[in-house]
């Protein structure tokens, strides 16, 4: 009985020691079930089937996580996943994605992301996610380049007056290295003067001064349609920064501005384009042309001075363009309007002349134009606009304001009519005494201004009076 009794409490122990390795194995193919569902975000294999395995069952090769190459991560999130918030594993990464802590490693992982991506098949899933991979790891290497490091908000450097961008967003393109700006990650500095932009880190190397001082110290246009002098004369050199060019493109191609003339390497001559003023001025021609980046600057700087005297450098462009001959009516109009204006208080309250603040020199001159009213008449904007100031001022002076109806003239020639203004399209104004007439009238008549006649009689009248208390 003894002997039954401990070979019985002997198989009680050996089946209870059964049943906890029993356990143990059915707790540990459940973990690792849960971990390949739950964990890792790069298996899409994984289906509800394993969730309704038994027990009993041992997890099989074929429902195990493929073994993945090294180098190529596949980043697909199941739907599952996606609900549950894990599209994302904290745990493990993909190799070489930010695991490399220097540059020189960095570089290595984007040489063989780059020969991973030459080796997938054309618009395929895995080279998708491997180009998105390397745009991972060139920003992490363009991060450890330049790193996010206090910088000051203002700069000064040959004249350019820099500032720091706060625009994370913006795409950009650096004028220094000729690469682009990531904002998210670089910090960057635009000159307010002529918007040049650059990396901080690019600062120190600028060697071009700013073009906004050039324009305050030289404002004036080359009026020669591109007055080119050969790439001979240049040394086969860029103008700008003395780099070796040629025709070729052996060893960097020589580009051409229209503005200038000059030949220029492709880091100072993107292939802007801009408006010639030269073309505009001799041919009445606003077709773009390409110019270089210190060109392109220039001109954006200098399209709304006055600085173009057209009377002067082509007087005959008046007869071809109809428009300039109507705009040069209104800005004379214009002038003998602005008396009124200075000397009337309501016209002063009113701010009549601030309609022209864009265009100072319409209330100065009637000879200067800028590029950019050039443009406007090229495209049929100025004469409407400046014909509806021009209506505006005439309805206050000749129906609004007593003050400015009372400085109006009557034709002393034919002493009929309205009263008269020296801006009225049907009159003359006499060159000597400012009198206004009739436009017939004036020309009819063969004898001299009467206004001009009484100020000669009242002048001799002065001169003799004290010769007459002389004699008595």
């Known amino acids: 009985m003894q002997g039954e009794r401990g070979t019985s409490q002997v198989r009680g122990q050996e089946g209870r020691s059964s049943s906890k390795r029993w356990d143990a194995m059915e707790y ?90 030459l080796e997938l098949p054309e618009q395929s899933e895995k080279q998708k996610d491997a180009v998105v991979r390397l745009i991972h790891l060139r920003l992490k290497l363009q991060e450890l380049k330049d790193p996010n490091e206090e910088e000051p908000n203002i700069r000064v450097l040959l004249e350019h007056r820099f500032y720091k961008e706060k625009s994370k967003s913006v795409k950009q393109t650096c004028d220094k290295c000729n690469t682009i700006i990531w904002g998210l990650i670089q910090t960057w500095y635009t000159c307010t003067g002529c918007c040049y932009r650059c990396h901080s880190k690019c600062l120190n190397l600028i060697s071009k001064p700013c073009v906004s001082s050039k324009v305050s110290h030289q404002a004036e ?56 003023p030269a073309r505009v001025v001799h041919n009445w021609d606003f077709e773009p042309r390409k110019v270089s980046r210190c060109s392109m600057r220039y001109l954006a700087l200098m399209v709304s001075r006055p600085v173009l005297r057209l009377r002067e450098i082509n007087p005959l462009l008046f007869n071809y363009v109809e428009e300039l001959v109507e705009i040069r009516k209104l800005r004379q109009d214009i002038l003998l309007m602005k008396p009124y204006f200075i000397t009337c208080k309501e016209a002063m309250e009113a701010r009549l002349l601030l309609q022209l603040q864009d265009r100072q020199h319409f209330v100065e001159n009637d000879e ?92 001799q009248s002065l001169f003799q009076e004290p010769g007459l208390d002389m004699d008595a």
Not at 48 to 76: C, I, M, N, W, Y
Not at 93 to 114: H, N
């Open 221 to 276: 246009y080359e009026l020669n349609i591109c007055p080119e002098t050969g790439l001979d004369s240049q040394d086969y050199r860029c103008a700008e920064c003395r780099a070796p060019i040629s025709l070729r493109g052996v060893p960097s191609e020589a580009r051409q501005c229209d503005y200038t003339g000059q030949y220029y390497c492709s880091h100072c001559h993107w292939n802007d384009l801009a408006v010639i």
């Open 368 to 459: 200067m134009y800028s590029i950019q009213d050039l443009l406007e008449v090229h495209m049929g904007r100025l004469s409407c606009s400046l014909t509806e100031i021009h209506t505006l001022f005439a309805k206050h002076i000749k129906l609004d304001c007593e003050r400015c109806q009372a400085k109006g003239f009557v034709c002393e020639l034919c002493k009929e009519g309205d009263v008269l203004f020296p801006f009225d399209s049907h009159t003359s104004v006499c060159n000597d005494c400012s009198a206004v007439f009739h436009r017939d009238c004036y020309y009819d008549n063969s004898t001299t201004c009467p206004k001009c006649a009484r100020l000669t009689l009242r002048k």
């Open 28 to 117: 540990d193919e459940k973990l690792v079930r849960f971990r390949q569902a739950h964990l890792n975000p790069f298996n899409k294999q994984l289906g509800p089937r394993h969730h309704e395995q038994e027990p009993s069952e041992k997890v099989t090769s074929e429902d195990t996580l493929p073994e993945l190459p090294a180098g190529e991560p596949e980043f697909h999130y199941s739907e599952r996943m996606m609900d549950l918030g894990l599209s994302e594993d904290h745990f493990s990464r993909p190799v070489g994605l930010f695991l490399a802590s220097d540059v020189q490693q960095l570089r290595q992982a984007i040489e063989e992301c780059k020969q991973v991506i």
